[in-house]
């Protein structure tokens, strides 16, 4: 038979994450009986979390002394242990654990795909403030120095993103996906400089502090990060992404094409700001890649 400490931390109690494993149940240690208790619990934890132990035990067919001794079993010291645990489970995400049934043709799965990333464009294009975005576009267009900050894989992709669309412009730009060098650029900038940070959650502690720094020193900054979170709080201008992230945890989120169609909007109107010097830049790019990769062929993207 199963012992408790099967499930249980080295102190002898459990914790959200490893109750919600247990009672998952993926090795098949539980029993029938309790394998029928658990996928009662889960099947709706809120009502788990305020029921008494008897209706628990009613919905799920068993005894309320079963419910006590299963409750030992996952290493909770009682039920009330249990439910507190329990309670705590929502913070560990519910849908990794049993995720959604998900479409996995390729037919079905392209159209999920495009579908999310055509609602995602359209939801920002719907509520982006234009305002933040003239804010932001007039500190850019006028910086001697822009750096850009991300982490993480969605952030890091936008701010390279940025970089990759200013310099073509004849912007001073340097993107930065290190946390270390973001606080030494912080620390080292000087007057005429913005800094750009993309932080997807909003909820990047190294970023916030950079950012807190940048305001006791007075640099300006520029946040693409969702409204209302630290980061937004500790930035000059705010460009808010909000969307939700959906229940398909095999899905990368769609906020991806929403966060690079801003950098797009961005670029295009710093570009507007000096037609002439980024027609002049640009046109001096399209002549090399010309030259030397397209063999005269003038009809080919600018940049690979």
């Given amino acids: 038979m199963t012992k408790p400490s099967d499930y249980s931390l080295a102190s002898g109690t459990t914790s959200a994450s490893n109750l ?6 993926e090795d098949g240690k539980l029993s029938a009986l309790e394998r029928k208790l658990a996928e009662s619990v889960l099947a709706d934890v809120n009502y788990a979390t305020n029921a008494s132990i008897t209706d628990i035990a ?18 909770c010291a009682s039920f009330s242990d249990f439910k507190v645990q329990l309670a705590k489970s929502a913070y560990v995400g519910l849908r990794y654990l049993k995720p959604e049934s998900v479409t996995t043709t390729p037919e079905q799965v ?7 990333a055509q609602n995602a ?5 719907r509520t982006i403030e234009l305002d933040k975005i003239n804010a932001a576009v007039a500190l850019l267009a006028k910086a001697e120095m822009i750096y850009a900050f991300g982490s993480g894989g969605n952030s ?10 200013l310099f073509r412009l004849g912007a001073r730009i340097s993107a930065s996906n290190d946390h270390g060098m973001n606080l030494m650029l912080s620390a080292a900038a000087q007057a005429g400089t913005v800094v750009f940070g993309s932080s997807v959650s909003g909820r990047n502690q190294e970023l ?4 807190s720094l940048l305001r006791e020193r007075g640099i300006p900054t520029i946040a693409l990060t969702q409204g209302g979170s630290p980061l937004a709080d500790a930035a000059d201008v705010v460009i808010s992404v909000d969307l939700p992230e959906g229940q398909n945890i095999f899905r990368a989120t769609s906020i991806r094409y929403a966060s690079l169609a801003v950098i797009d909007i961005i670029a295009n109107l710093v570009a507007y700001e000096d037609r002439a010097q980024s027609t002049r830049i640009l046109r001096g790019i399209k002549e090399q890649l010309v030259k030397h990769r397209d063999g005269g062929d003038d009809s080919q993207i600018l940049g690979d």
């Fill in 208 to 211: 916030i502090s950079c950012f």
């Fill in 156 to 165: 890091s992709m936008i701010v390279n993103e940025l970089q990759n669309r």
């Fill in 121 to 125: 464009l359209y939801e920002m294009h």
């Fill in 58 to 75: 009613t919905r799920a067919g068993v005894s309320p002394p079963t419910v006590t001794r299963f409750c030992r079993r996952l290493g």
């Fill in 20 to 25: 919600i494993v247990a009672l998952a149940d």
């Fill in 110 to 116: 392209a159209e999920d795909i495009v579908t999310k």
